[in-house]
């Protein structure tokens, strides 16, 4: 724990730095969006990148009586689709964010971002999600389960700012941790599936990319938070903190939707 942390704190960053980089990100996140969801219904190479989603159950076998495993089709998840479903969430939140500006600033000077933590929870989960259909994991319920952890990640992200206000004279470190073990929960399930195979020769080298840069940015965001937090250097202004989660956000999300369409076009690439 730390005592005596600042209370007041000089801005490095004005107010209409902080409306011009949400509005890079919205224009950013918006038009790569548009382009990855029209790609991903017009060009047939990229729609056909796609993984069926099942569900498990237990039938009954009347030759062996007794329960065995079956599953059933549910739905086909076209990964192209969901590349622009994450960025296009982004740019939503950041014109919440410019439409709302006076209370995002209100906000921002309490040290807090309400938005923030909503969109992340929704559109990092789609992206886990994304990623671990693409080593293979096509079950409903886990997905569901990955997304749902992935979420309450970010939850706990939200609450870490909630429990420790500006005028804090210590730091309660708590949600950080347990946010670190409910992400961690996802990347555990990715692991094995990952390993169970043992062909890793045969994953296409673009998965690869995409489980390393999203894996690496990943972990930048608790980094931030703990810059923050511990009010080191420039993060001593947690404006300085928030350039950098809108950076990392578009870099993270630009690059791995990038990666997914380039390798739409490779002729392992549609996992069907």
Known sequence: MQAGL?????????????????????????IQGVLMLVASQAVPTIKSFSKQVTRAFLVFDPAKQALVPGSADVFTLEIGA??????????????IVLVNFKKYLRDINNEINVVRWYEYALSSSVMICAIATLFGCYDLGS????????????????????????DRLEVDWSPFWYGCIAGAGPWIVIALYF???????????????????YFFFFNTFPVNMYLQYARI????????????YILLSLLSKSLLAWLVFGGCFQPNGNGK
Not at 6 to 29: G, K, P
Not at 144 to 163: D, P, R
Not at 233 to 244: I, M, P, S, T, V
Request: hydrophobic fraction near 50%; include cysteine; glycine fraction near 10%.
């Open 143 to 166: 997905l569901i389960l990955i997304f749902i952890l992935n979420a309450i990640m970010n939850i706990f992200g939200l609450i870490m700012e909630k429990m420790n206000p500006r």
């Open 195 to 213: 390993f169970g195979g043992g062909n890793f020769d045969q994953i296409p080298g673009f998965v690869y990319g995409i489980l390393g840069s």
């Open 233 to 244: 250097g420039a993060w001593k202004d947690y404006r300085h903190g928030e350039r950098w």
């Open 6 to 30: 600042l209370n007041n704190v000089e801005h490095t960053i004005s107010d209409d730095y902080l409306r011009r980089y949400n509005l890079y990100a919205c224009v950013l996140h918006f």
């Open 82 to 95: 969901m590349a622009a479903a994450f960025l296009l969430l982004s740019s939503i939140a950041h014109f």
